[in-house]
């Protein structure tokens, strides 16, 4: 992930005054919020000393809502209000929701087939954007507490695919979260950032992407332009659905022909099997 640590330009960095930026990684499955310290790259823990949170956010009837593991642990017993996976909701439309099927049990709601559907959960809809919104403001109050001030700007990481309304819906969530945007990377620069090659690599580089909603591959170029590495997307493709949670899918889907076929029994109905199989299949991969 490629970081950022601002201080005024021209000026000696004060402890008491030091400007605080982060990196974002806001993935399918979990993210993490990461900054330079001391010269160093560091991903920022939670209290409880875990890096990743997963990106699960439940919804409760007093309007309460709870994000991360907890969520997580709970999406068996609440799965409707339960929301995961929203960044393949980010931007989209009511037409590509459904193509999701089974993958998004949930109730949606918009005013047109061309509008950007809501989530019914507990307390009322909610947006994508919004959901993304609590992941982004939990990662925030971690980067807030572990670099003992605010964050003045974040770099989040996004798919070079998204498009502009996916991507702008990922600065609306910030945007909801309280946070400044000082950029939006493309993951696969991202990932060659971290490798090192902006170390004084040139040349063009394949980055292939496996993450928990995608299979990508990129191809990019570095250049050194006047003493400054430069990195350019030149082509990226993949599939969409080729992701951790897809094979997970796919298993379920197994389980599900099988069952169906020795016991007679559709377990497609019953939304609380389902979210037993999810995590039986996860632990299964």
């Known amino acids: 992930m490629a970081l950022l640590q601002i201080t005024e330009p021209g000026q000696a960095v004060d402890p008491h005054q030091r400007k605080h930026a982060a990196g974002i990684d806001l993935g399918t499955t979990n993210s993490l919020i990461a900054a330079v310290r001391a010269g160093e790259t560091d ?77 019914n959960v507990a307390s009322g809809p909610v947006s994508p954007v919004e959901v993304s919104a609590e992941i982004l403001r939990n990662l925030a109050h971690r980067g807030e507490a572990t670099l003992a001030g605010p964050l003045d700007g974040v770099v989040i990481t996004v798919p070079a695919y998204f498009d502009d309304a996916q991507r702008q819906a990922t600065k609306d969530a910030a945007t909801l979260a309280h946070l400044n945007v000082l950029r939006l990377l493309n993951e696969p620069t991202a990932a060659a950032v971290a490798y090192g090659l902006d170390s004084g690599t040139e040349g063009v580089i394949a980055v292939y992407d496996l993450g928990g909603g995608t299979f990508d591959i990129s191809i990019i170029e570095i250049a050194d332009v ?24 796919r298993i379920i889907d197994y389980i599900v022909t099988e069952f169906k076929k020795e016991q007679g029994v559709d377990l497609t109905k019953d939304v609380l099997a389902l979210q037993r199989l999810k995590e039986a299949a996860e632990k299964a991969k």
């Open 43 to 119: 991903t920022l823990p939670d209290f409880g000393g875990a890096h990743l949170l997963p990106s699960v956010v439940r919804y409760h009837t007093d309007g309460s809502v709870t994000v991360g593991a907890k969520a997580l642990e709970s999406a068996k017993e609440d799965p409707l209000n339960t929301i995961v996976s929203v960044k393949r909701l980010m931007g989209r439309g009511l037409e590509d929701v459904d193509t999701l099927g089974d993958q998004m049990p949930y109730d949606f709601v918009t005013k047109d087939k061309k509008g950007m559907p809501d989530i």
């Open 226 to 249: 006047d003493g400054e590495m430069q990195f350019e997307v030149l082509s990226t493709n993949g599939d969409t659905f080729l992701g951790g949670e897809d094979f997970d899918q």
